[in-house]
């Protein structure tokens, strides 16, 4: 049976500096945050795979690597 590993991305542009939230923490604010496509590609990069989309909010999963079992 597959395990998978969530992440939840938000997106936040606009008129404010816009800034990456992976898992409720922001993750880049300001001049560093990437465009939206290219932080998509960034994380599809590192095997993640867009699930669901809902307003702003991305959810990717991804086989789980841990080793603990159920």
């Not at 923490?25 to 990437?34: C, L, N, R």
């Not at 590192?46 to 990717?60: H, K």
Request: glycine share 10%; aromatic share 12%; proline share 4%.
């Amino acid at each position: 049976m597959n395990k998978w590993s969530y992440l939840v991305f938000n997106y936040i542009g606009g008129e404010q500096a816009p800034r990456v939230i992976i898992n409720g923490e922001i993750a880049v604010k300001g001049d560093k945050t990437p465009q939206l496509h290219e932080a998509l590609n960034q994380l599809g990069d590192q095997g993640w795979e867009l699930v669901a989309v809902d307003g702003r909010e991305y959810i990717f999963k991804r086989p789980d690597s841990s080793l603990w079992r159920s």
